[in-house]
C-alpha cells in the first residue's frame, strides 16, 4: 500500500455565501475565549467581521488561495514525476477540509501519509492547528494508528531562499522611479501573547529575512515589519502600517514590498498591501510603491516543495524537535517539553503514529 501526500492550506471564502461560515471557522480556533463562550460570541463577531471584510473579498474576486493550491499541488506532482504519491489538499477554514482529503487519500488505499502544511514558518497559530486537523481528522475517522510524517518548517531551505529572491527580482523589474530601492519585508502579525508561549515564528522570519539579503547581495535600505492586526491585544511591532509612515517621513521615494511569510496570493497581498497599504505609502509621501509577487508557481518553490517530499517519503520515521529543530530519539516526542529549547510539544506529535523529518 503507498504512501500518501497531504497538503494542508489556511482557506478562505470563495463567494459570498462562505464568508460568514469561514470566519466563524477561523474565529473558534484563534479567538482566545473559554470553549463554553464560544457558540455565543463567534456568530455575532463574524457577521460583525464579515461586514466590514465582505467588500475587500469582493474588491479581489474572493479568494485564490484554493484554486491557486490546487495549482501548486498539480505542479508538485508534476515536478515528482513516477515518484508521485497519491495526493489531496485540504483547508483548514473552508472546503474542501482536511477530513475530506483524508478521505480521499483513504479511498486511494494509502497506508501512511505526509502532511504538508503551506506555511514555510512554524506557528502556534498556523502549523500547529493545521496539523492537529491531521491528527483529529484520523481519529474521527477510525484511524488513529496510521502513521504521519509531519513536514517540519522550512524557512531556511535554500530553495525556498532562491524563490523569494526570484520573486523580489521580478518586483524589481515592475518598480518605477530611479535610485535606490526600500525593501519592505511584511510578514503576517502575531498577537504578543503566541509569541510569549515561545512561538519560533518571529525569530525564523528574521532569519528567512536574513538569507534572502545576503543571497540577494541586497545593498540598498531594508526593514520587516507585520501586517493584518486585528483586535485589540499588542501584537508584533512595527505594524506595516506605522512602518510605511516612518518611511515616508525619512523621504522614501522607491519602496518594493515583499510579503515574506505568504506562499500563494491572499487578501493580505491583494487587497491589505495592493490597495490599502500602497495607497498609505503614496500618502506619505512615496510616489513609487511595488510589490514582489507571491511564490505561487516559482519553479524554485515547487522545488523546494518536492524536495521536502522526497525527503520524507525516504526518511519516513524520523523524528525532530518543531523549534529547535534538533534529531531526537521516538521517545522525545512523548515528553511535554523539550529538554533542549524547552518548547512545549504539539498534541499531534504526542501520538506514537507521529513523525517530524531531519
Request: net charge neutral; glycine share 6%; charged share 20%.
Amino acid at each position: 500500500m503507498p504512501t500518501g501526500l497531504l497538503i494542508v492550506n489556511f482557506g478562505g471564502p470563495q463567494s459570498p455565501d462562505e464568508l460568514v461560515p469561514f470566519l466563524q471557522r477561523l474565529f473558534r480556533q484563534v479567538l482566545p475565549l473559554p470553549e463554553a463562550l464560544k457558540p455565543l460570541i463567534v456568530p455575532r463577531l463574524a457577521a460583525s467581521r464579515a461586514k466590514k471584510v465582505g467588500p475587500n473579498y469582493q474588491a479581489i474576486g474572493w479568494s485564490p488561495i484554493i484554486p491557486e493550491t490546487g495549482r501548486q499541488m498539480s505542479a508538485l506532482i508534476d515536478a515528482l514525476g513516477e515518484g508521485a504519491p497519491p495526493t489531496a489538499m485540504g483547508m483548514m477554514f473552508s472546503e474542501p477540509s482536511v477530513q475530506d482529503a483524508l478521505r480521499e487519500l483513504k479511498t486511494q488505499g494509502v497506508d501512511r501519509i505526509v502532511a504538508l502544511a503551506m506555511f514555510p514558518h512554524f506557528s502556534l497559530e498556523t502549523t500547529v492547528p493545521a496539523f492537529q486537523r491531521v491528527s483529529d481528522g484520523l481519529v474521527a475517522m477510525g484511524e488513529p494508528d496510521l502513521p504521519v510524517h509531519y513536514l517540519p518548517p522550512f524557512y531556511d531551505h535554500p530553495l525556498y531562499i532562491q524563490s523569494l529572491v526570484n520573486t523580489i527580482k521580478r518586483g524589481l523589474q515592475n518598480l518605477p522611479g530611479e535610485g535606490p530601492v526600500h525593501l519592505l519585508f511584511s510578514a503576517h502579525g502575531l498577537p504578543q501573547y503566541v509569541v510569549n508561549k515561545g512561538d519560533p515564528y518571529p525569530d525564523q522570519i528574521r532569519e528567512t529575512v536574513r538569507r534572502v539579503i545576503t543571497t540577494l547581495e541586497w545593498a540598498d535600505p531594508v526593514d520587516l515589519s507585520w501586517q493584518s492586526r486585528v483586535g485589540p491585544t499588542r501584537w508584533l511591532a512595527p505594524s506595516t502600517t506605522e512602518m510605511v509612515s516612518d518611511l515616508g517621513k525619512r523621504g522614501v521615494q522607491r519602496l518594493l514590498f515583499v510579503p515574506v511569510s505568504f506562499v500563494g496570493e491572499h487578501i493580505e497581498t491583494l487587497h491589505e498591501i495592493d490597495i490599502e497599504l500602497s495607497e498609505h505609502a503614496r500618502s506619505a509621501g512615496i510616489p513609487h510603491v511595488g510589490r514582489a509577487p507571491a511564490l505561487g508557481l516559482d519553479a524554485d518553490f515547487i522545488a523546494c516543495l518536492a524536495d521536502l517530499t522526497r525527503s520524507a517519503l525516504k526518511r519516513f520515521e524520523h523524528y525532530q524537535c518543531v523549534r529547535c529543530l534538533l534529531p531526537k530519539p521516538a521517545e522525545h516526542r512523548r515528553q511535554k517539553t523539550c529538554p533542549n529549547c524547552r518548547f512545549s510539544t504539539p498534541a499531534y506529535l504526542s501520538r506514537g503514529n507521529a513523525f517530524l523529518a531531519h
